[in-house]
């Protein structure tokens, strides 16, 4: 009795979660208040060394480089107007969201436009801020430079968590399993249209992203394929993950990685940066780019602003949800102002920072769909970079392990 009663115990969970996939809406990005919900950063990029310098939400605003467009949609874009002749970086946007997300979260981004191009280097993803990176992880949401045609998912860890692949578990082509080493554990994206000019013509589409016990999970569909969950859903109705399919990336927890301590509560970025330490390498550069001299900045960053008239988001918004039985981690939003405020990046140092409360989710859900891989397209790429990693790398002199290991 006593085996069986422990064999339940542990089977349980897993059971109920299974029934359980109703994630509870928590906070909404969207319209006139997206931008209020985050700080910007207001400095050079001293993460990952793009040619950029990230301004604060008064330039941001008065450059148009952030705003909210006829279509009522949220649009974080970079300079394309000042023409540059040499020297001085060029101007886009870093934004750190106020609160964070622990287990039991679900991340939904509808977006109709993602920054691509040469030098172009968009990344909307999350990290543990209240640690030294990589203690509290990072997760890759959607990342990808150039004229890469596909989005990649990464985690990046300490040591000690490996990706466990299992069949018919995720969709998406795992590129590597340690999520320790430099470039994290990467799944590329096999679905078309998931990044570049076909995303953008396809209407765009949907990634979500779900942090539980379980694991950590990620979809992405294209426009026409979003689920009726998603397409239907509002800012306050919850969703149901049920019929979510198979999803692009699995990270199971489990023996191999226990996901709960590797990432503590995440905190959104979004960003575009130019260059740098993965889209500028000349190597990685010239996999998809063919300008005249095959140099990132000058090619692209010098000149009139041309290059960076698709280097865009133009996002209908961010959706964040707690499973039912999941306790919010952390809000440094006060009440939202209905109103798009222009009034500094000083938002962050204004608040209130609630008691963080920690939670284990038991409501998982694991993407218990039938779908099945059917895109079978070789992944294009095996790198994949850390946001937060390039300085630390670059002061550890790892930074030639790069150039030899692209
Ligand atoms: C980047 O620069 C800012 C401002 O100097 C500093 O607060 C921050 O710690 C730096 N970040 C890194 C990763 O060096
Ligand atoms: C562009 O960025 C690279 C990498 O950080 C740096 O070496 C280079 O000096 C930058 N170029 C200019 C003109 O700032
Ligand atoms: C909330 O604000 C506190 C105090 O400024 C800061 O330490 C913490 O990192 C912030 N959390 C998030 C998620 O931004
Ligand atoms: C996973 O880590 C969490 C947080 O450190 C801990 O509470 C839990 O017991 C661990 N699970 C297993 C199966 O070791
Ligand atoms: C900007 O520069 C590009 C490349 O040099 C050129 O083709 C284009 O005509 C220029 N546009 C304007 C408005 O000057
Ligand atoms: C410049 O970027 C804006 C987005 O900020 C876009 O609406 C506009 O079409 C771009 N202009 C050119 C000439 O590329």
Redesign the pocket.
Known sequence: MRGLSATALVVLPCLLGRVSAIYNPQREYAGDTFFNQFAYYG?VD??TWGNVTYLDQADAASKQLTFINGAGNAVVAVDNTTTLVAGPPGQAVRLTSLDSYGMGSLIIIDAVHIPFGCSVWPAFWTYGIEEMWPNAGEIDIIEAINNMDNNQIALHSLQGCTKQDAPNEQTGSTLEADCSVAQGCIVAETKPNSFGPGFAQAGGGVYALQIDVSGIFSWFWSRPDVPASIASATSSTPVDTTTWGIPTAAYPSGASCNITAFFPPQTLVLLTTLCGVWAGVPSIYQNTCHTPTNDCFADNVLGNGSNYADAYWEIRYIRTYLAEGATAVQSNVTTPSTTAAVTSDSAASSTVTQTVTTTSSTAASTGTGSGSNTNANPASSGASFSI?AS?LLLLTGASTFWLAFF
């Open positions: 400095n001293n993460t937060q300085l």
